[in-house]
């Protein structure tokens, strides 16, 4: 999936949750890390860049991000465009406030 204009690999899932009054309700949730600045499904290739990062930039800071949002009454390809137009808003934001309390003094 594109973020930020990057194509990022995501994990993307259906979730089923019951509601309170036993109703079934469907979400589709993207999930994904951030490992030493840069963003990944996870994995092996997140533990690879995490060495990396930690002997090339001497970063070893990581988050878990997951999103999520009602697949009805909309559908699959609404919900993707919802997530999309949510992380265009929202992850620059995350990002330079990630970036900031690492640089920040200990």
């Known amino acids: 999936k594109p973020l ?7 994990n993307q899932q259906v979730l089923i949750r019951k509601q309170a009054g036993g109703e079934l309700a469907q979400y589709l949730v993207w ?27 001497g970063r070893g800071d990581g988050a878990w991000i997951a999103i999520a949002t009602p697949l009805k009454p909309h ?16 992850y ?4 330079q406030n990630m970036n900031s309390v690492l640089n920040s003094p200990r």
């Open 31 to 57: 999930q994904w890390y951030r490992i030493g600045g840069k963003d990944l499904a996870g994995g092996y290739m997140g533990k690879l860049w995490e060495i990396w990062a930690r002997i090339t930039q």
């Open 4 to 10: 930020l204009g990057v194509t990022t690999e995501i």
């Open 75 to 90: 559908g699959e390809a609404e919900a993707q465009q919802q997530l999309q137009d949510f992380v265009q808003d929202v």
């Open 92 to 95: 620059p934001g995350l990002v």
